[in-house]
């Protein structure tokens, strides 16, 4: 990427709480593209992350909950409110990037909202988890449309291959990127050799059948020469 590509990356977390997502892997691939294109790096979170950033702006002006209808239609108003408030300080400019990972459908109308009474900006990324159907899938839709509209140039990210071609077919094939997955990797003090007879694997958080089922099984088919 050419250093003067980009002005500033705007990184939008609507619902991450502390150290409890994935996001934490992709802030340090945007922390890495930061430095190495000498650009400014922002992350705009909800307002009770509990996370101590170093070397990155970060603002926590978001809402991430609501209990009922009143709550939900206050909650987007007080994001809109807030992004608004935000972004007018900043002033937008073409080459500034706004990426959005983990959002819930109401965090999409106030965006949408918001960008509605916004000139033409620059780059917008947003990162897509799921192959949403029926009425969530209109919804989405309509409100990518509706953001992206506002943008000189926008991609839509996945990590799924399946998922990608879905996406590619609705957007277009030149819209959707198909990335790798990050992990943020902790150096170990020293290489140890380690020789088990048994493993004991754990699968954390909620059961997802294209994630656990899908995807192990595969690995166990594939690897069964191996004594797994």
């Known amino acids: 990427m050419k250093k003067n590509s980009i002005k500033r990356i705007f990184c939008l977390y609507p619902v991450w709480l502390n150290n409890s997502g994935h996001e934490a892997s992709y802030l340090e691939c945007f922390k890495f593209l930061s430095r190495k294109t000498s650009?400014?790096?922002?992350?705009?979170?909800?307002?009770?992350?509990?996370?101590?950033?170093?070397?990155?702006?970060?603002?926590?002006i978001l809402e991430h909950i609501s209990t009922g209808y009143i709550s939900l239609i206050y909650k987007i108003i007080y994001n809109f409110r807030n992004l608004n408030n935000?972004?007018?300080?900043?002033?937008?400019?073409?080459?500034?990037?706004?990426?959005?990972?983990?959002?819930?459908?109401?965090?999409?109308?106030?965006l949408a909202l918001f960008f509605f009474f916004k000139k033409k900006e620059g780059n917008f990324l947003i990162y897509c988890r799921y192959n949403f159907k029926s009425i969530?899938?209109?919804?989405?839709?309509?409100?990518?449309?509706?953001?992206s509209s506002?943008?000189?140039?926008?991609?839509?990210?996945?990590?799924?291959?399946?998922?990608?071609?879905?996406?590619?077919?609705?957007?277009?094939?030149?819209?959707?990127?198909?990335?790798?997955?990050p992990h943020t990797v902790l150096a170990s003090k020293k290489d140890k050799k380690l020789s088990f007879n048994r493993y004991d694997i754990f699968f954390p958080g909620q059961y997802r059948d294209e994630k656990f089922r899908k995807n192990f099984f595969n690995f166990i088919k594939l690897n069964n020469d191996k004594n797994y």
């Open 39 to 60: 650009n400014k790096l922002f992350i705009i979170l909800p307002k009770k992350n509990t996370n101590k950033f170093t070397n990155v702006s970060y603002a926590k």
């Open 86 to 110: 935000f972004f007018s300080k900043k002033k937008l400019v073409k080459k500034d990037t706004i990426f959005i990972d983990g959002y819930s459908f109401d965090f999409l109308i106030s």
């Open 150 to 181: 506002k943008f000189s140039n926008y991609k839509i990210l996945t990590d799924t291959k399946s998922l990608g071609n879905k996406l590619s077919k609705k957007f277009g094939k030149n819209r959707v990127l198909l990335v790798p997955v």
């Open 136 to 147: 969530k899938k209109i919804i989405f839709n309509l409100l990518i449309f509706l953001i």
